[in-house]
């Protein structure tokens, strides 16, 4: 049988369909299954997060891959899990937290700086960084947080975590491509 390349070209629907239900199924993931939500979020730290999975293992980045995913998926708590990942070199939370968001959807949501700004600006609170909180336990707690606003967001109370994380990632992407359009993308208001 020939492998679907095609669902590479949808990856956000390959993590969430495929990669999810892999992963409780099997209580790993494969190198490329890790390597595919790492990608998916953000390209350039793939190289560092591997060398410092396979330096866990031995310089063996296959057999490290199973063992975090394992230790992801036999932890007792979700803090433990966002704990797992943050101690790797290369994964921080935005990082951490859609790696987790792929594999727990419904409850955890990706800490990304686009949905802090949209989820904030209405009640004109500066979203907190929480990238730079350096404490452990206060910044899974900022986290919770952040989680729990998302999940309170204006949106409909049917809407899955993950939809509502969308939609403000969404709106905030459509508001700055409104701004880079009436600027002809340089700061300048365009007036034709």
């Given amino acids: 049988m020939t492998e679907d390349y095609s669902k590479y070209y949808f990856l956000e629907k390959?993590?969430?369909?495929?990669?999810?239900?892999?992963?409780?199924?099997?209580?790993?993931?494969?190198?490329?299954?890790?390597?595919?939500?790492?990608?998916?979020?953000?390209?350039?730290?793939?190289?560092?997060?591997?060398?410092?999975?396979?330096?866990?293992?031995?310089?063996?980045?296959?057999e490290g891959v199973k063992f975090l995913t394992n230790q992801l998926y036999t932890a007792t708590n979700h803090e433990t899990r966002m704990g797992i990942l943050l101690d790797l070199d290369g994964i921080g939370l935005p990082m951490a937290s859609a790696?987790?968001?792929?594999?727990?959807?419904?409850?955890?949501?990706?800490?990304?700086?686009?949905?802090?700004?949209?989820?904030?600006?209405?009640?004109e609170k500066k979203p907190v960084d929480l990238t730079n909180i350096g404490d452990k336990q206060n910044r899974w707690k900022a986290y919770l947080q952040f989680v729990k606003d998302v999940r309170n967001w204006e949106g409909s109370e049917s809407?899955?975590?993950?939809?509502?994380?969308?939609?403000?990632?969404?709106k905030s992407f459509h508001d700055q491509l409104e701004e880079d359009l009436e600027s002809m993308f340089n700061g300048k208001r365009l007036d034709i």
């Fill in 99 to 123: 790696i987790l968001t792929i594999l727990y959807p419904n409850d955890f949501t990706i800490y990304d700086y686009r949905v802090a700004g949209e989820l904030y600006k209405k009640v």
């Fill in 159 to 170: 809407q899955s975590l993950r939809t509502k994380d969308q939609c403000l990632w969404g």
């Fill in 14 to 62: 390959y993590l969430e369909d495929e990669v999810n239900i892999n992963f409780h199924r099997n209580k790993v993931l494969t190198t490329k299954e890790f390597f595919s939500i790492v990608i998916w979020k953000s390209n350039r730290p793939k190289k560092q997060i591997a060398a410092s999975i396979a330096k866990n293992a031995n310089g063996n980045l296959t």
